[in-house]
């Protein structure tokens, strides 16, 4: 074998080792995580060995129960009934106002979109009060609609910002021959601009999902009953229902509420990467 080729095969499995070495570092809290369930309390504090002496999988069927009232089952559908709604909803109102700042004139747009990306600097214990006290006289307490409504009106810059971006580097010679051939402002958007801005919709619906699913704070300011808890407010459930907590079983059930995010990145990664990387290219 020539020199040159094996030096490029040296490099290759250089490289893809160091890869290894730092994904298994990276993904370490999570094999820990999952070890951890088959281990009793003694063994995990006890001992700094990863594998436990023995495989028993109650630990994941017992955190399930929850030992209150509501199972998982109950706190998973609540976290669909409000994460996937917040996402479709984020994805379709930042299209529209993204699409409306990248593609028209307008009095003020300038002005109106610095307004709305300097919203980003207000920290959310500035504005939770004031959110709270309009949710409150609409009666909208201990429901999803504080989540629902905010995503229909766009209140979500960062994402906004995102499509902007990515539309601005995409030609508005496409608008107009689409306008030429008798399409109107909507169905341009539709048929034409929304499957090449797919990779910044993937980004946009990955972020919110995770961001919303990931909630703690705002599920428990506006939601008040624990049947419409989340799985993000059920987890804290697990450490207050019990006065010795069995550590097992909370990350069993741990492990299977953060398993549905570690699974949407890797099959989705591709448009998650390649949106971050297009939505900053663009200006």
Known sequence: MPAKKKQSWFNILTTYLVIAVIGIILLMPIIYMFFAVFKTNEEIFGSISILPKQYNFSNFFEGWKSGGKYTYSTFFKNTFLLVFPVTAFTVASSSLVA?????????FKKILLMILISTLMLPNSVIIIPRYTIFAKLNWIDTYLPFYVPAILSCFPFFVFMMVQFLRGVPYELDESTYIDGCGVLRTLVQILLPIM????????????????????????????????????????????????????????????ASPLIFLFFIAQKYFVEGIATTGLKG
């Open 99 to 107: 699409y409306g700042f990248a593609r028209f004139k307008f009095p």
């Open 198 to 257: 797919k990779p910044a919709l993937f980004s946009v619906m990955l972020f919110q999902f995770i961001w919303t699913y990931n909630d703690y704070f705002n599920p428990l300011i506006f939601i008040n009953s624990v049947s419409k808890y989340p799985v993000s407010l059920a987890l804290r459930l697990s450490l207050d229902s019990e006065s010795i907590v069995n550590w097992g079983k909370v990350m069993g059930i741990s492990f299977v509420v």
